[in-house]
């Protein structure tokens, strides 16, 4: 990598703190609505569509992209799943609102991490992406395992003590759900030629199953009593346009498993740092969860690093594969 892609590979770091500093914002939240994960979840996520259906309102070219959308799933060119990314995001944000309170951020994260490589495993040998299916490379199954057990050391000290074992498995599943949402927001991205008009559709579709939830939730346990008057803790949507809009800023320039490799170490490096200088909640930072987090670092380092030779994988007889567009160094955009 040349020296003058390290401002890239800085902000593509920062964008990963962003992604802890969301999370953290939406454990807030939802601790000011008496724990109300779902109300929390809906907030954060529907604010950051409220923001970007104004600027669809306002920009010719983002509205134009919507409707290459929409004639692609017509057309069945786009299948109409692949517009339901944002599904997988509302899970994320779901599961901040519910566990990040109990759990902590960085042990979230571990947990986060933990799924998204493993979904990304699967998802890029089923070949749900648009540089369709990728083999599995040595490396890359090592990896996906030690960040598994960088999970069961995060919580090594935390065995016994009425510790909440099944709420672990909501970022692990929210994780899965990530991987997913980035393979097919890739298929809408393609289709709008506009990174805004894929964000706008992502935030849609999210904010779409976050009101089923809710409306559900809210059924059984009725409104929020109070909303919290802390201003910043209604700042979770505009975080998650910010880190969203620098991943599409970046991933032209670092390609996408150089960027994915930046941005989980930033959440990790941020996620301990929230936890550490600024705790909330029940969550302690232990010795334990440090070591989980440094060796989820290396787990990702290890699954990325055989990754420029996987992505050129294509299948065979499909010219379309074969020319679709690739970044400075030989890696297949998603």
């Not at 970022?171 to 805004?196: E, F, I, K, T």
């Not at 050129?312 to 499909?318: C, F, I, K, L």
């Amino acid at each position: 990598m040349r020296t003058t892609a390290a401002p890239w590979l800085l902000l593509a770091v920062f964008s990963g703190t962003l992604i802890s500093l969301q999370s953290r914002i939406t454990g807030e939240l939802a601790s000011g609505l008496g724990g109300d994960g779902f109300t929390a979840a809906l907030i954060s996520f529907g604010s950051g569509c409220a923001v970007l259906t104004l600027g669809m309102l306002a920009l010719r070219g983002p509205r134009r992209g919507a409707g290459l959308v929409v004639a692609a799933v017509r057309e069945r060119r786009l299948k109409w799943w692949q517009v339901l990314g944002g599904c997988g995001g509302a899970a994320f944000v779901l599961a901040q609102g519910l566990t990040v309170g109990a759990l902590g951020v960085a042990l979230f994260t571990v947990a986060i991490v933990a799924g998204q490589v493993s979904g990304g495993l699967v998802f890029d040998r089923m070949g749900l992406g648009p540089a369709g299916p990728q083999r599995p490379t040595r490396r890359r199954v090592v990896g996906a395992a030690l960040v598994l057990a960088a999970v069961g050391l995060s919580m090594a000290d935390k065995l016994g003590g009425g510790f909440p074992y099944a709420m672990l498995l909501l970022p692990l599943a929210a994780g899965v759900c990530v991987s997913w949402q980035q393979a097919v927001n890739g298929h809408v991205r393609d289709a709008s030629g506009s990174a805004y008009t894929g964000t706008f559709f992502n935030f849609v579709a999210g904010t779409a199953a976050l009101c089923v939830a809710f409306v559900a939730h809210t059924a059984v346990t009725g409104l929020p009593e109070r909303l919290p008057s802390q201003p910043y803790v209604y700042l979770g949507g505009l975080v998650g346009i910010a880190f969203i809009s620098i991943a599409v800023a970046t991933v032209r320039r670092l390609g996408v498993l150089v960027l994915g490799l930046c941005t989980i170490s930033g959440q990790l490096i941020g996620s301990l740092a929230l936890d550490l200088l600024l705790p909330h909640g029940g969550a302690e930072v232990t010795a334990a969860t440090v070591a989980g987090a440094a060796l989820a670092l290396v787990a990702i380092a290890i699954a990325t690093l055989s990754g420029r030779r996987s992505s050129r994988v294509v299948t065979s007889g499909d010219p379309a594969r074969q020319d679709a567009p690739s970044d400075r160094k030989g890696v297949v955009r998603r």
